[in-house]
């Protein structure tokens, strides 16, 4: 993500493209850059039970409390025991500030009941300079881990990239310990980042190794295509 101080600077003059789409409501924002293929996108049955699950797309500003609640209830229940022995540690409210990111956007997998059993969470921003789709977090319940939703849900991030603005790649940090995970962002076509951290020498002869990665996955931006499409017809009008 970028900087605070980066971001102050840009919001001092003309808004970015990013942050014209970081300005829009939920409905905007699904029309614009999730673009789902059909209408019937917010709905899901899972493959073994046939139970029906609901999607919903929400801003973090507009995330109940309870929802809330439910969603770090599952980053703990899925990777506290990666965050507890990494550099990071398991700060449950510094994870919670962090998931109220104005710009964040919830995509929330609901049963038949309303009970949260899965979500994924996303932000348009800057990562050193490049415009990306961070993808924050992905977590599933166990009943619905292997059912394919999860490659649905990381799908969805591919969408809201290729039509944001300048944006040409997907970008998330995994644990270098989640295996599981990393095994399933490298079948979706997500490779190490160069933005990712490199052992490095410090003093004394030590060794810092870091224990996350950061990957990505490059996408064509069908909205940058379709402005060059259109200056190109102006210009020979």
Known sequence: MATTNTRQK?????????ELVNRKDDAQFIADHLRPSSPDWNKWTHPKTQEAYGLSLVGAGRL???????????VEETSRADYEPSSMGWKPGQKRAEMRSAELRYLLVRNGKGDIRGFTSLMPTYEEGQPVVYCYEIHLKPELQGTGLGRQLLEYHEHVARHTPTVAKVMLTCF?????ALAFYRRRGFAKDGLSPEPRKLRFGKVFVPDYVIMSK?????????????AAAAASS
Do not use: H, Q, W, Y
């Open 10 to 18: 840009r919001k001092r003059g003309t808004p970015t493209p990013i």
């Open 64 to 74: 109940s409390e309870a929802d809330l609640a439910a969603c770090l209830g599952l």
């Open 176 to 180: 270098l310990s989640n295996e599981r």
């Open 218 to 230: 490059g996408v064509v931006n069908v909205v940058d295509d379709e402005n060059e499409a259109d």
